[in-house]
């Protein structure tokens, strides 16, 4: 079943200059990136971001490290989307992320992991409502 799912790359894999070895991984997966846009984050916005983690003892590491440089947002379109990013992302802890996978590349540790996904259905409207308006009808020229 298509479905969309929410992806951000983030700080430290754009720091390290690593955006199109990933891009490039999520085309090559039969990823559609339907929307993208390169944002820096606020406080706010991270904190509202990650709110599902607000009383865990990473929650302030975690909102300021997203927000320590640009992140780039994405839609995500291809049957089971929400699944086959996560397996193309890898584990979170990149020593136990499977060969291959964008974080057994490109992440430092659990806390620089480089990319973010929806894990589920649910999660992902509420992400891509966060960031993304819905886009507007096509125009036509009127007769």
């Given at each position: 079943?298509?479905?969309?799912?929410?992806?951000?790359?983030?700080?430290?894999?754009?720091?390290?200059?690593?955006?199109?070895?990933?891009?490039?991984?999520?085309?090559?997966?039969?990823?559609?990136?339907?929307?993208?846009?390169?944002?820096?984050?606020?406080?706010?916005?991270?904190?509202?971001?990650?709110?599902?983690?607000?009383?865990?003892?990473?929650?302030?590491?975690?909102?300021?490290?997203v927000t320590s440089?640009?992140?780039?947002?994405?839609?995500?379109?291809?049957?089971?989307?929400?699944?086959?990013?996560?397996?193309?992302?890898?584990?979170?802890?990149?020593?136990?992320?499977?060969?291959?996978?964008?974080?057994?590349?490109?992440?430092?540790?659990?806390?620089?992991?480089?990319?973010?996904?929806?894990?589920?259905?649910?999660?992902?409207?509420?992400?891509?409502?966060?960031?993304?308006?819905?886009?507007?009808?096509?125009?036509?020229?009127?007769?």
């Amino acid at each position: 079943m298509i479905e969309q799912t929410f992806a951000m790359i983030k700080p430290d894999a754009i720091i390290g200059k690593n955006t199109g070895r990933i891009l490039t991984m999520v085309e090559d997966s039969g990823f559609d990136i339907l929307r993208m846009h390169k944002v820096m984050l606020t406080k706010e916005g991270a904190e509202r971001f990650y709110a599902v983690h607000k009383d865990k003892p990473f929650f302030n590491e975690l909102v300021e490290f997203v927000t320590s440089g640009p992140v780039l947002i994405m839609v995500l379109e291809k049957d089971n989307a929400i699944a086959e990013w996560r397996k193309l992302m890898g584990a979170t802890d990149p020593a136990k992320a499977d060969q291959g996978t964008i974080r057994s590349l490109y992440a430092e540790s659990i806390g620089k992991n480089a990319v973010h996904g929806s894990d589920s259905k649910e999660t992902a409207q509420e992400e891509l409502s966060l960031f993304f308006a819905p886009p507007a009808p096509p125009q036509q020229q009127a007769k």
